[in-house]
């Protein structure tokens, strides 16, 4: 209450419009309790007894006009005077109440579509990352006699497959750029090892890239600060990266650098990754070098390592299909939602009827 008492907020009731009015600008919700906001949204509180389900849709169908209303050179805002005025339709109540009744049931209906298919996402994602934890660690032979890795995050791998440190697999590469000029890549735990020109980063550059770190194409890159997340993967070319990541090049050419990519960013190393991390709580977590060497890793033959990695493209390639075509079907649904709150709230669609029925 003095946090409240000492601030120039002011309450709003239960049912107002609560509107984003900073980057994002036009984001929307119905305040379901009294309730008041920070300076970054508005609550629009009604003047009469109109149907607040109504206003949302409209003001929902007037986002881009709302947006290209915001002003600023850091970040755009969307003033008081500017949003006053935005001009809104005021049919009558029972007519606001028909048009929201129709929206809520049929965006009800898109909602719960999409939903299904983004959980149809989920599950293809869930198999794509269990194919690929069983290959690399179990190899392609069910047959294949098994034995103790003697490593607690392996458990059994095939009788024939060596496990080794990291260390005797890898050594740290330190070399510097003198110009800057290399490509720059960026690690994420999302993407791997990508250009960061590819990547929507809006974090400080440095001026210059000189001294950044330089990698080859097959290197691994461990983003040291986020590893504890899974930022890290092999190169897909030559480039430079952040001083404060850690590079290491194979000691051997016998080696399929994708077979590492694959194994080091399932969730099962990630894991064994923060066991070695070094920090005072979880966002703090670094992999330093000599932690990263002591980190025991499977290692076939370079032959298997081919066949686990073109057998995983192939069938990685089969769920990546599919999920394009459901993105592309949500993407569909969402346009088709947002077309239908416009024409119901604009008249161009009569509700009323198909409301009774």
Same mark, same amino acid.
């Given at each position: 209450?003095?946090?409240?008492n000492?601030c120039?907020? /002011?309450?709003? *009731? /239960?049912?107002?419009?609560?509107l984003s009015t ?6 929307l919700? %119905?305040?379901?309790?009294?309730m ?15 149907d /607040? ?8 169908a007037a ?15 969307l003033g ?5 005025g935005?001009? @809104?339709?005021t049919?009558s %109540? /029972? ?7 129709f929206l ?6 898109i909602? +719960?579509?999409? +939903?299904?298919?983004?959980?149809? $996402?989920? @599950? ?7 194919? $690929?934890?069983h290959a690399?660690?179990n ?13 607690d995050? @392996? ?10 440190r990291?260390? #005797?697999?890898?050594r740290e590469?330190n070399d510097r ?6 490509? #720059? @890549? ?9 250009r960061?020109?590819?990547k929507?980063?809006t ?6 890239l000189?001294g &950044?770190?330089?990698c080859? +194409?097959g290197?691994?890159v ?9 930022a890290?993967?092999i190169?897909?070319?030559r480039g430079?990266?952040?001083?404060s990541?850690n590079? &290491? ?18 969730g099962q190393?990630v894991?064994?990754?923060i066991?070695?991390?070094k ?6 977590l670094r #992999? &330093?070098?000599e ?8 290692? *076939? ?6 066949? %686990?990695?073109?057998f ?6 089969n ?13 569909? #649904? ?7 709150i416009s024409?119901a709230v604009?008249?161009k669609?009569?509700v ?6």
């Open positions: 209450m003095e946090g409240y000492s120039g907020t /002011s309450m709003a *009731p /239960s049912g107002s419009l609560v900073r980057a994002p600008i036009g984001h919700a %119905i305040a379901g309790t009294d008041c906001t920070n300076q970054g949204c508005r609550c629009l509180v009604f003047r009469a007894d109109d /607040s389900h109504f206003f949302y849709y409209q003001l929902l986002r881009l006009e709302l947006e290209s209303l915001g002003q600023g050179s850091t970040f755009k805002e008081r005077g500017n949003l006053e935005v001009c @809104l339709a049919p %109540i /029972s007519e606001q109440r028909a048009i929201a009744a809520d049931r049929e965006t009800g209906r909602d +719960a579509l999409i +939903a299904k298919k983004e959980r149809q $996402i989920e @599950l293809l994602q869930e198999k794509r990352a269990a194919l $690929i934890s690399v660690t190899g392609l032979d069910p047959d294949e006699p098994m034995k103790d890795s003697g490593v995050w @392996l458990g059994e791998v095939p009788e024939h497959w060596c496990v080794y990291s260390k #005797l697999l890898f590469a750029s003198t110009t800057g000029e290399e490509t #720059l @890549l960026t690690v994420s735990h999302i993407t791997g090892v990508t960061r020109s590819e929507n980063v974090m400080f550059m440095a001026e210059s000189e &950044y770190k330089k080859e +194409a290197d691994l461990i983003n040291t600060m986020w590893a504890w997340m899974g890290m993967g190169a897909p070319e430079i990266v952040s001083p990541y590079v &290491y090049q194979f000691r051997s050419e016998e080696n399929e650098p994708s077979f590492y990519d694959y194994l080091f960013r399932t190393f894991a064994e990754v066991c070695h991390s920090g005072v709580w979880l966002s703090r #992999l &330093y070098p932690a990263f060497f002591e980190i025991r890793i499977p290692c *076939p033959s370079q032959r298997e390592q081919h066949e %686990i990695v073109y995983i493209q192939k069938e990685t390639g769920y990546e299909t599919l999920q394009r075509k459901i993105e592309k079907s949500i993407e569909k #649904l969402r346009e088709y939602r947002t077309a239908l024409a604009t008249g669609i009569d009323r009827e198909e409301l009774v029925s």
